[in-house]
Nanobody, 117 residues
């Protein structure tokens, strides 16, 4: 059974930092592109950052220079370090695992990030 378990969300003031983590189980982690997406109330789910199986990263323009995605293969985890947070970063953040070769696509349950003073 595939599980993506997110943690690390919460309430932070503008300009602050948070680190999200996602622990993956039930997949061959090294064969997946891992990513973080977010969905604000009333809006569609958007890509935040991805990291490929060979470590290539990609970021939404709105988070470049502020967010960093990384993965720990030994523990099948992917993290998102978020710095200089803004109120517009407020959303539910979802961990994603994708294998395009076999058309596998999995989601975590989401973790709330609220940026507010």
């Amino acid at each position: 059974q595939v599980q993506l378990a997110e943690s690390g969300g919460g309430l932070v003031q503008p300009g602050g930092s948070l680190r999200l983590s996602c622990a993956a189980s039930g997949i061959s982690f090294s064969n997946y592109r891992m990513g973080w997406y977010r969905q604000a109330p009333g809006k569609q789910r958007d890509l935040v950052a991805t990291i490929s199986s060979n470590g290539i990263t990609d970021y939404a323009d709105s988070v470049k220079g502020r967010f960093t995605i990384s993965k720990g293969n030994a523990k099948s985890t992917v993290s998102l370090q978020m710095n200089s947070l803004k109120p517009e970063d407020t959303a539910v953040y979802y961990c994603n695992a994708q294998n395009t070769l076999f058309n596998f696509n999995y989601w975590g349950q989401g973790t709330q990030v609220t940026v507010s003073s």
